[in-house]
């Protein structure tokens, strides 16, 4: 069960409830959807904010408010959501000061698993009130850090308290700078953590010393499942990464989620990687958008894809196979592959004969459900093949990413908002969260209840 914002009640601007031992405005009084007594956990930050002298935030109150009701329901499992970019408390943020009274009021609740405080202002001082956090509150599971304006030391504490930490198994860090520093200090910690599954560590600016850490340890940790290391800071031209990854993926057969979106990746460095999953037997998920991988690469890929009987969703897009890229793929498909179930080509220059190529595999390729084309080049032809597989049930509206219309007896398509990991960075502000349609990568291999 997830709480967020937008089941908070009133705005930041509305004026603030007091405890209910203290005799209740007027203006309070009148507003329906604020209780006229505080318990628990509201009741707990309120006294907490005025013991401190820290300013009370309403939406924080609020929030409160809801997960004190679900509590009183009986509800178990609790992810308290405390967004800084939802809509229904513009331009509000919890800062490292707010995040200490949080964590004080979180820290012996057993009815909450989750907190979400992502696009926040923690920064350092708020990262070291989370790894108090994680040393004392013994039921957390799921920690969501991501854009906090973190850095390498606050990178640093979090790691170090994970040493001892034996519950939480799913952390995104994404987007806070922690650089090379805080990246040694994570892979250390994997070294000695064996409760964590997920990690994520995209758009940290890690350096290629912690990346190798990184590929160095999973040769010997059996616990982490899903790994996200994007963007990572790199120089030179010889694809170290890839060299020191793929080993990893020899030796590690636990791995389920790999993301290495925007390496650098050649195609070079994508043999490097196919020849290591040509051993592996876990790997569902491989993620290679965002790199410079060409038809010579897609080849490697695609021999790969005539042996190998786990990956399950591939996500290859802003490459650019081409047609000769998507063709090699589209014949291992239609005649080896039977256990691929989605694969995103989105925005890798295919023209309508590399399209149409990859429709027919669809035909007589039964286990492949998830196709994206979005950004390519589409003729009448591909309009008119994917149209097909659209109205005769072969394709799922919902496991692509367009639509096809008809103006003047010519059918074309047009996009949809369906993908891998549409809401990876945001979440829509109405309808559902993490729909499958929106997220399918993590829907058909999924690691942990979350993104």
Not at 122 to 131: E, H, I, K, T
Not at 289 to 302: R, V, Y
Not at 405 to 428: I, M
Request: net charge negative; charged share 20%.
């Amino acid at each position: 069960m997830e709480l967020s914002q937008k089941q908070a009640g009133p705005a930041s601007g509305s004026p603030l409830p007091a405890p209910s031992r203290t005799p209740t405005p007027a203006w309070a009084a009148a507003d329906d959807s604020v209780s006229a007594s505080i318990g628990g956990l509201q009741e707990y930050y309120y006294d907490l904010c005025m013991e401190k002298s820290q300013e009370i935030k309403p939406f924080i109150l609020q929030i409160l408010q809801e997960v004190d009701k679900e509590i009183e329901k009986g509800s178990v499992g609790i992810t308290l959501n405390i967004a800084g970019n939802s809509r229904s408390v513009s331009g509000e943020r919890v800062t490292g000061e707010d995040f200490w009274i949080l964590c004080r009021v979180l820290k012996n609740n057993s009815y909450i698993n989750g907190l979400d405080v992502r696009y926040n202002l923690l920064s350092d001082v708020g990262a070291y009130y989370a790894a108090k956090l994680l040393q004392k509150q013994h039921n957390l599971i799921y920690l969501n850090l991501m854009f906090n304006d973190i850095g390498p030391e606050g990178g640093e504490l979090i790691a170090k308290a994970l040493h001892k930490n034996r519950t939480l198994k799913h952390l995104r860090m994404t987007g806070n700078k922690i650089e090379n520093k805080g990246g040694m200090f994570f892979a250390a910690m994997l070294q000695i953590n064996s409760s964590l599954e997920k990690l994520d560590l995209g758009d940290c600016d890690l350096g290629m010393q912690s990346v190798i850490a990184f590929a160095t340890v999973l040769t010997q940790n059996q616990t982490i499942k899903g790994l996200n290391l994007n963007r990572p800071i790199l120089y030179g031209e010889q694809e170290e990464s890839t060299v020191h990854l793929g080993h990893m993926l020899k030796e590690n057969q636990c791995l389920v989620e790999l993301h290495m979106c925007k390496h650098d990746i050649k195609n070079c460095g994508m043999k490097q990687l196919c020849d290591a999953l040509h051993l592996n037997r876990s790997l569902q998920y491989l993620d290679v958008s965002c790199n410079k991988i060409t038809q010579d690469g897609m080849k490697c890929l695609a021999d790969v894809l005539k042996s190998n009987t786990t990956l399950e969703v591939i996500d290859l897009s802003f490459n650019r196979m081409e047609n000769a890229g998507a063709n090699y793929l589209s014949d291992a498909l239609a005649s080896h592959n039977r256990t691929l179930k989605a694969l995103s080509v989105v925005s890798n220059n295919i023209e309508g004969k590399g399209l149409v190529a990859l429709s027919q595999s669809m035909k007589t390729n039964p286990t492949l459900s998830h196709i994206y084309i979005w950004g390519n080049k589409f003729d009448e032809a591909t309009c008119v093949a994917y149209s097909d597989l659209i109205h005769t049930g072969r394709l799922k509206s919902d496991n692509t990413d367009v639509e096809p219309f008809v103006v003047d007896g010519h059918v074309y398509l047009a996009e949809v908002s369906n993908g891998l990991k549409r809401h990876y960075y945001w979440t829509p502000g109405y309808g559902e969260a993490c729909s499958p349609s929106s997220n399918a990568g993590f829907s058909l291999a999924p690691v942990g209840q979350h993104l």
